[in-house]
């Protein structure tokens, strides 16, 4: 029970830093000089955490970089460290079974396939609201997928906490950014400035 639990919060903070990051880079968050580099150490450092302590997690975490790879969101320096930091990882602890093998392939396989599709629909439909939050669950597919190989629940654990510290960082930001408040911004002296500039 307690790796679980352990599971649960490293992949918390894995999707949390992995959207800081993001916005660093992105979208006009500014912290301190370096600060971009150091989120990307850190998601590199929980994803490959996860890789160490569950093989199953590391199915999930290793098919998840490979397709950012594959669609080349590995796109600024500190994305580029911390997947690089996971695929590194990756290669030497991934375990080397045939059944480790197939989950690796089906889940990079569906991966791939439903970010294509997902692509493909946003380009000829414009999604807004629940249709846009609706074609989200398809991000289900590839932990279910590597789940159903191995028989295993964990990559979908890893998958559902990854996807609330993503969201508890989107959520965060969206506010500080529409009311420029923050009691963690202001206490950590971060601002909000042009993304362009």
Request: glycine share 8%.
């Given at each position: 029970?307690?790796?679980?639990?352990?599971?649960?919060?490293?992949?918390?903070?894995?999707?949390f830093?992995?959207d800081?990051?993001?916005?660093?880079?992105?979208?006009?968050?500014?912290?301190?000089?370096?600060?971009?580099?150091?989120?990307?150490?850190?998601?590199?450092?929980?994803?490959?955490?996860?890789i160490?302590?569950?093989?199953?997690a590391?199915?999930?975490?290793?098919?998840?970089?490979?397709?950012?790879?594959?669609?080349?969101?590995l796109?600024?320096?500190?994305?580029a460290?911390?997947?690089s930091?996971?695929l590194?990882?990756?290669?030497?602890?991934?375990?080397?079974?045939?059944?480790?093998?197939?989950?690796?392939?089906?889940?990079?396989?569906?991966?791939?396939?439903?970010?294509?599709?997902g692509?493909a629909?946003?380009?000829?439909?414009?999604?807004?609201?629940?249709?846009?939050?609706?074609?989200?669950?398809?991000?289900?597919?590839?932990?279910l997928a590597?789940?159903?190989?191995?028989?295993?629940?964990?990559?979908?654990?890893?998958?559902?906490?990854?996807?609330?510290?993503?969201?508890?960082?989107?959520?965060?930001?969206?506010r500080?950014?529409?009311?420029?408040?923050?009691?963690?911004?202001e206490?950590?002296?971060?601002?909000?400035?042009?993304?362009?500039?």
């Open positions: 029970m307690d790796t679980v639990i352990h599971l649960a919060i490293l992949s918390f903070f894995f999707g830093f992995v800081f990051a993001d916005l660093l880079d992105e979208h006009g968050l500014r912290w301190f000089s370096g600060s971009a580099l150091l989120s990307g150490i850190l998601w590199g450092i929980f994803g490959s955490l996860l160490y302590l569950d093989a199953s590391a199915l999930y975490v290793s098919t998840l970089v490979l397709y950012w790879v594959l669609k080349q969101k796109d600024f320096l500190n994305h460290v911390g997947g930091l996971i590194l990882t990756s290669f030497v602890l991934l375990p080397q079974t045939e059944i480790a093998t197939l989950a690796l392939v089906v889940g990079f396989s569906v991966q791939a396939i439903q970010g294509f599709v692509t629909i946003k380009k000829k439909y414009p999604l807004e609201g629940k249709k846009k939050e609706l074609i989200r669950l398809r991000h289900f597919l590839p932990p590597i789940s159903l190989v191995i028989s295993n629940w964990i990559p979908l654990l890893v998958f559902i906490c990854f996807t609330l510290g993503l969201k508890m960082s989107e959520v965060w930001f969206i500080f950014e529409k009311t420029g408040k923050s009691w963690i911004a206490k950590l002296g971060m601002s909000i400035q042009n993304p362009l500039a």
